[in-house]
Each structure stands twice: as structure tokens, then as C-alpha cells.
């Protein structure tokens, strides 16, 4: 039995070890445990379970309260579990997450009382305290959104001051070691606005450089850890910042490999090598357009010059780049689109992701489709009850068969390249490698379908 229940709805199948780890809800748990409650975390896509089996699971517990994570991909499964713990007499149901930030509306729509908007750390406790033993009130709950029978009160989303001060997130109550990569944060936030991104504060708030390193360390020596994905939405934003933390992992040997999602204009040689001399393995940078004006018109102020030379520098290093594309942004034409491939390959990163833009709720892409008549504020719900099936953007004057098919012909121009597969090959240096490898092969004779070999990835800045 737990006094509460924190849910990551199933979204799609995760190889176990193919994954990152989750982070907002063992953060949750951690301060939830520290006020004495009980808690289980179900990471429903880890643990393999659909909707009915994370519904057994979480009523096996018995919960006086459960939260559950809502990202708008993961809606229509949401309502499902929703539904089905209702089934099984589980009311007490709380929503958060990206989704629920931007679109406190969905509270309702789900027919529940409660949601929380933004950095719930503290506020779920505090409702918590205030549901489950009558402490406090509902005013006390920063960024509370309640629904009275239809009547909506929603506060404005709390981010919190010091992020320094938050105890670390309770690694324990999720498989750590199962995942392939362990999510750790520097920094919460970003400054810049890029049309289509869905970071919803912009006041950045950095952790003590000790108390990452500190973090690592200790997920080195408690769990055997050795990769760490840092999940800020732009690593690089404070050089200084960076260098600290670089010199401080040399400093206390902690021996991690490392990855980081950053911007091409907010790295130079100088700090890439410290990175690299600190164990940074992967560098994933967006890139957007190969079309210098799409990519600026899209919020992303980042020359062309700029991008070919981090990821020169990159490649002088020896550390292992993505750039992350985006097909589809305002303005952009299917040419355009082929002139991001041609870019792409000419700076030569280890992987390409490309991708058709989405919209998200509090994006300011969608507060345009809103303004020009092309989107109303019930997409969301649509898109929950499965009516809306694609949350695609498409500039005008282009077809979504046209989009997919410069997606497919990206994947095969970049990927199945001779010269890159070649390189492929030879680099193999490990498990996760030679399947890569293997995989792109098979695509290239014809026999596999060739999707991004990269698996599973979330990236932005
Ligand atoms: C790591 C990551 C992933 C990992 C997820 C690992 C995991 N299980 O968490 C992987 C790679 C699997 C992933 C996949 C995807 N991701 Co992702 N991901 C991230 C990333 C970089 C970090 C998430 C994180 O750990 N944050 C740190 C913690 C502390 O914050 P948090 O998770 O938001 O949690 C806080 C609050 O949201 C809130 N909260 C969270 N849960 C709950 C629950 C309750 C009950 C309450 C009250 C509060 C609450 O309190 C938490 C503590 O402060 C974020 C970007 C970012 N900077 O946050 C994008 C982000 C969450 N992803 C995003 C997207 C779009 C995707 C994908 C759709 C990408 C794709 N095209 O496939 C998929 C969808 C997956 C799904 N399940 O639906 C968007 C979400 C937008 C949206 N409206 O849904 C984000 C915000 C990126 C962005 N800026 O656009 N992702
Ligand atoms: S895409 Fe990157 S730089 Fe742009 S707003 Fe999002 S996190 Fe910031």
C-alpha cells in the first residue's frame, strides 16, 4: 500500500535499457517522502504495462492519491487511465506535466478535480497535506488548478526561485539502473522563444555546480551509473557554469560518459574541449533549417556560420553530434526542406533526426494558429478523444504526403549515404554501435525499413 501513486502513462513501448529516465515525478516523490508519505512511481512504458495493467497496478495500491504526468502525445492514454481507475473507484486523481501547464482547461476535460501547473515539487505536497489530512487549504498550493462541477480556477504556473534547495529526486523509487541513460538537470528554463518549443519559462535557474557534480558522484557509487544525459533545455546557456562543472568531475575523478542538448551559437572550441576532457560524449544541437531565414523566422537566431563551425569543432574533438531538423516551420517550402538535407550533410554530425513540427499548447506557434483561424482551443480535447489524429504543422502550400515524403527521402539520403555507412561501420565500438550499424545495412540491401536508428530521442534548444 502507498499514500500516493505518480504515474507516467504508457505512451509507446520502451525497450528496457533503450530509455532515459524519468525525473519530474521521482523530484515529487522525493519531497513527498520527506513529509512522511509513501510513494510508488509506475513508468508505465519501462515496466511494460498498457493502460488496464498500470489501472490493476496503481489500484493494488490502494492509493489515497494519485498524480499522474500528462505530456499532450500522451493524452488519449491519459484519458484512458483516467477512466479506468474511475472504474476501479480511483477518484482521487491529480494531473500535471507539460500538457496540464499550458492547458489547464484538460482538468476538466478529464472530468477531475485537481491539476497543477508547472514545478509541483512543493505543490503537491501541500495538497497532499491539504486532501489527505485536512492541513492548509487549496489557497496555500501554488499554481493550483481546481474544477468546481465545470467552473475552472487556475493560478499561474509556479517555477520555482532555487532549484538548489529541492532535495534530489528519489532515484529509488524507479529502476536506475535499467535505463540507458540517467537524466540529470543543471538548469531549469530558457531564455529564448523558438516558435514551435514547448519550454514553458523562461527565467533560467541554475543549480550549484557541487551539487550536480555531487548528484553524479553519487549516482556513480549508488547505482553503477556511467551515462549521463543532461536533460536542460540548453546546457551551454552560462560557459562559466559549464567549465565548473567540467573542472569539478575531473577533479573528483567521477568517470561518467555524458550527453547534452545545446546551441550552435553558445559553444566554442575552447569550452567543447573541456567538455570532451570531462567525459561529454554526444552534443545534440537544433539546427532547424538548413535555410538561414526559415531558421531565424522560426525564433532560432543562429547563422549558418555559426552552426558549420560547432560542428567542425565537434568533429576536430572527436565528440559525436546530432543536429535536429525540422520540416515544416512557417514559410518553409518543400525545396527549403531539401535544401535542410543538403545542409545537413555538408556539416557531417553522426545523426540527423528529422522531424515534422508539432504543435503544443503555449507554443507561440499555436497562439498563431489560434490568431489565424486555423486552430480553435478544443484541438486538445479532440486530439484526446482521438478525433484529431496528427498534431502536425504544415506551412501553407504544402501536404502532409509531401512532408513525410522529404522526411523518408531525408532519412535515406543521410543515413543509407555510402560514405556514412562506411564510417558507421568501422567506428563500431560497442553493443548499442554495432546494431546501429547492422540495422543501417540491412536498410541499405533493402531488407530492414529504414526509421531513425537513433531510437528514442527528445530534443530541442
Ligand atoms: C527527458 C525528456 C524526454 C524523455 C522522457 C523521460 C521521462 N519518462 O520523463 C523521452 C526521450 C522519452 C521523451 C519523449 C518525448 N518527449 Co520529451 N522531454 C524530455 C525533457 C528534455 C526533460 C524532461 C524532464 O525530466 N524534465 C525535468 C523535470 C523536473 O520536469 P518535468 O518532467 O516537467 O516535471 C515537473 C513538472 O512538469 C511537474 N509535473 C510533472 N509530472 C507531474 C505530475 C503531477 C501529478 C503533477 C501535479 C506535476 C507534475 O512537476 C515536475 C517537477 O517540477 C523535456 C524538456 C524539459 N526541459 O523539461 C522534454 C519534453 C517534456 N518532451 C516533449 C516532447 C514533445 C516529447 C515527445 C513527444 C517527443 C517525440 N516527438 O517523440 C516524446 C513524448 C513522450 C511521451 N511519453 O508522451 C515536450 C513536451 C511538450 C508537451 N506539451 O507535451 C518537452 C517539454 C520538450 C519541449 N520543450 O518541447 N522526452
Ligand atoms: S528550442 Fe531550444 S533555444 Fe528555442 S526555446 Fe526551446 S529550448 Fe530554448
Not at 531558421?295 to 552552426?307: L, M, P, S
Not at 515524403?405 to 560497442?430: H, I, M, Q
Request: charged share 25%; proline share 5%; glycine share 10%.
Amino acid at each position: 500500500m502507498s499514500d500516493v501513486v505518480l504515474v507516467y502513462p504508457p505512451y509507446r513501448n520502451t525497450p528496457p535499457g533503450r530509455s532515459y529516465s524519468p525525473l519530474g515525478l521521482p523530484y515529487v516523490a522525493s519531497v513527498l517522502e520527506n513529509c512522511g508519505y509513501s510513494v510508488r512511481i509506475v513508468d508505465a512504458d519501462m515496466e511494460r504495462l498498457d493502460v488496464g495493467s498500470v489501472a490493476s497496478v496503481v489500484a493494488a495500491e490502494r492509493p489515497r492519491l494519485v498524480g499522474i504526468t500528462v505530456l499532450t502525445h500522451a493524452l488519449p492514454g491519459v484519458l484512458s487511465l483516467v477512466e479506468s481507475l474511475r472504474r476501479l473507484g480511483i477518484t482521487n486523481v491529480v494531473v500535471g506535466g507539460p500538457h496540464i501547464t499550458a492547458d489547464p482547461q484538460m482538468v476538466a476535460d478529464l472530468g477531475l478535480r485537481y491539476g497543477i501547473r508547472g514545478e509541483a515539487e512543493y505543490g503537491f505536497v501541500k495538497l497532499a497535506k491539504y486532501v489527505l489530512d485536512g492541513i492548509g487549504s487549496e489557497d496555500d498550493v501554488e499554481g493550483l488548478i481546481v474544477n468546481d462541477g465545470g467552473r475552472l480556477r487556475a493560478g499561474r504556473p509556479c517555477f520555482l526561485e532555487d532549484i538548489d534547495a529541492l532535495p534530489l529526486p528519489a532515484r529509488h523509487l524507479v529502476r536506475t539502473r535499467d535505463y540507458r541513460f540517467t537524466v540529470v538537470f543543471s538548469s531549469r528554463g530558457c531564455p529564448y522563444q523558438c516558435l514551435y518549443c514547448a519550454e514553458q519559462c523562461r527565467n533560467v535557474r541554475f543549480r550549484s555546480p557541487d551539487s550536480v557534480v555531487d548528484e553524479i558522484a553519487g549516482l556513480v557509487r549508488d547505482y553503477g551509473i556511467r551515462d549521463v544525459d543532461f536533460g536542460d533545455s540548453v546546457f551551454t546557456l552560462d560557459n562559466e557554469h559549464v567549465l565548473e562543472i567540467c573542472r569539478l568531475l575531473r577533479e573528483r575523478s567521477v568517470r561518467v560518459r555524458w550527453n547534452c542538448i545545446t546551441r550552435a551559437d553558445l559553444v566554442d572550441r575552447k569550452l567543447l574541449g573541456v567538455m570532451k576532457d570531462s567525459g561529454c560524449r554526444f552534443v545534440s544541437f537544433g539546427v532547424e533549417s538548413g535555410v538561414e531565414d526559415i531558421r531565424f523566422a522560426g525564433g532560432k537566431r543562429i547563422t549558418d556560420d555559426a552552426i558549420r563551425e560547432a560542428f567542425a569543432s565537434c568533429r576536430q574533438l572527436g565528440l559525436r553530434t546530432r543536429a535536429s531538423i525540422l520540416f515544416g516551420t512557417p514559410g518553409e517550402t518543400v525545396a527549403d526542406m531539401r535544401k535542410s538535407i543538403d545542409f545537413v550533410r555538408s556539416i557531417r554530425p553522426d545523426y540527423a533526426l528529422f522531424s515534422i513540427t508539432q504543435v503544443f499548447p503555449g507554443t507561440p506557434l499555436f497562439g498563431r494558429l489560434l490568431r489565424e483561424g486555423k486552430a480553435g482551443n478544443d484541438v486538445w480535447r479532440n486530439f484526446m478523444h482521438n478525433k484529431t489524429l496528427s498534431l502536425d504543422y504544415l506551412p501553407d502550400g504544402v501536404t502532409l504526403e509531401e512532408a513525410y515524403e522529404v522526411s523518408r527521402e531525408a532519412f535515406r539520403r543521410f543515413y543509407l549515404d555510402n560514405g556514412y555507412l562506411w564510417g558507421k561501420v568501422r567506428g563500431v565500438g560497442d553493443v548499442y554501435e554495432l546494431s546501429e550499424a547492422m540495422f543501417l545495412v540491412l536498410a541499405k540491401l533493402g531488407v530492414a525499413s529504414l526509421r531513425e536508428p537513433a531510437d528514442e530521442v527528445c530534443t530541442n534548444a
